[in-house]
């Protein structure tokens, strides 16, 4: 299979400043890549699919203004989640396929907390 | 839209004894189906995946699942459970065709294994 890389695993930051976290497919190119928001003990809900060169198209309810993503190349893609509150604590998880119709794979996760 | 509902939030069952985790799709199209583990603060593992050749699927860790369309199920299965197996299981499904990698995930069921 191939290799998707998540950083940072863990990171805190403080309420109101913003967080990047960034997302490498090291062994392909990923033209798609999928950004996905875990709470505890809750599921994975999709929030925005990216590719390459385009902007990324959220999903219902997802503030695009507050969680800013980026896929510039295609090996990297970034969420940055701007002025951030205590309520964006949660497990962020990164996807990516070479494209929309093949396979994705899944990055370790970034723990985020807001305090 | 396509959904998957996990019956169950959590399931035990003794070391040694089956393992059954249940999994119900709605698509519209031919689904493509997987489940997926989550040890605690970690990322996703794919187990097994359905896309539309084999209706058995065996998957890592002696895990397998059965696609019945007449039932729209999808249920994991295990002969044996061992204490590693404790963990959190998704069932996801995506579209197939040009929407294979955007996955959507059920709710979760949470697998404890008693000594």
């Known amino acids: 299979g191939a290799v998707v890389s998540q950083h940072p695993s863990r990171v805190i930051c403080k309420s109101g400043t913003s967080v990047k976290i960034e997302c490498r497919s090291l062994?392909?190119?990923?033209?798609?890549m999928f950004w996905y928001r875990q709470f505890p003990k809750q599921s994975l809900m999709l929030m925005a699919t990216?590719?390459?060169?385009?902007?990324?198209?959220?999903e219902q309810g997802v503030e695009k203004d507050k969680f800013l993503i980026n896929h510039a190349s295609l090996t990297l893609s970034t969420l940055t989640v701007t002025s951030a509150h205590p309520e964006d604590s949660s497990f962020y998880i990164c996807?990516?396929?070479?494209?929309?119709?093949?396979?994705?794979?899944f990055g370790q996760g970034t723990r985020l907390t807001v305090v | 839209a396509q959904s998957v509902t996990q019956l169950g939030s959590h399931v035990s069952v003794s070391e040694g004894a089956l393992v059954l985790l249940r999994c119900n799709y709605s698509?519209?199209?031919?689904?493509?189906l997987f489940w997926y583990v989550q040890y605690p603060n970690q990322g996703l593992q794919l187990l097994l995946k359905?896309?539309?050749?084999?209706?058995l699927v065996k998957g890592i860790n002696g895990f397998e699942a059965e696609f019945k369309k007449s039932e729209t199920s999808f249920h994991l299965t295990k002969p044996s459970a061992h204490m590693s197996d404790a963990a959190e299981y998704f069932c996801?499904?995506?579209?197939?065709?040009?929407?294979?990698?955007?996955?959507?995930f059920g709710s979760g069921t949470r697998l404890s294994i008693r000594p």
């Open positions: 996807s990516g396929s070479r494209g929309l119709n093949t396979e994705a794979f």
């Open positions: 062994d392909f190119q990923a033209t798609t």
């Open positions: 990216s590719n390459e060169g385009s902007k990324a198209t959220y």
């Open positions: 698509s519209s199209v031919p689904p493509y």
């Open positions: 359905y896309t539309s050749a084999a209706t």
């Open positions: 996801a499904v995506s579209e197939g065709g040009s929407s294979a990698s955007k996955i959507i």
